[in-house]
């Protein structure tokens, strides 16, 4: 069983259907015991880093998915769910993560050239930064994926699986053991993101 983790700010319509289209068992839940049944959990998000790390505290669902983190289950965070993944954002203020992964994330403004648009919305090619990740077993360097994001993980070297160019490189996933994360919405990028899912899914616990 994928559970999909509910805390008010996900995109979870167009990510259960995704799931369900490769044949996987999925629920979406803000069920404790839930989260702890479940084989493989996903971390969406959409919006403001500070509102929805509110929301997710004040649901008490963030001390679940790190304790089941640590424990080794796998754990996709997918475009602001991955960014709760790191220690500190500063979008608009400084506001703190749940530390899964080392890094903070960053204003793009401040690393791309001044006359592209912000947020960075389309298809980007993936470049993949040393040993292929799990997740994208299926797929290969230069496949495109979906992007919607003003913000972009930094300070994380050590754990950037792709990038995507968008007038510099700019971190496209990451991972950390069984923590991983996509700044691009696989649910929004056909085939591609569907091949992504399917490899999660089929990740061995």
Aim: net charge negative; glycine share 10%; aromatic share 10%.
């Amino acid at each position: 069983m994928i559970a999909i983790v509910d805390y008010g700010v996900g995109n979870l319509f167009s990510l259960t259907a995704s799931f369900r289209a490769i044949g996987a068992e999925v629920c979406v839940t803000s069920d404790a015991e839930a989260l702890r049944a479940a084989d493989k959990i996903i971390l969406p998000g959409v919006g403001a880093f500070e509102d929805a790390a509110k929301k997710f505290r004040a649901s008490g669902l963030s001390d679940v998915i790190c304790e089941e983190a640590k424990n080794g289950k796998p754990l996709l965070g997918i475009c602001l769910g991955m960014q709760l993944l790191f220690e500190k954002s500063f979008e608009y203020g400084e506001h703190k993560g749940l530390g899964l992964i080392p890094g903070n994330v960053r204003p793009i403004a401040d690393v791309i050239p001044k006359d592209l648009k912000i947020p960075h919305i389309g298809w980007n090619a993936l470049q993949m930064n040393g040993e292929k990740s799990p997740i994208f077993k299926y797929i290969n360097e230069g496949d495109c994926v979906y992007f919607v994001h003003s913000f972009y993980a930094a300070d994380c070297d050590g754990y950037v699986t792709t990038c995507a160019e968008y007038g510099v490189p700019l971190t496209a996933s990451v991972a950390k053991g069984n923590v991983y994360g996509c700044q691009f919405h696989p649910e929004k990028s056909g085939e591609v993101g569907l091949s992504i899912l399917r490899a999660f899914v089929e990740m061995e616990v």
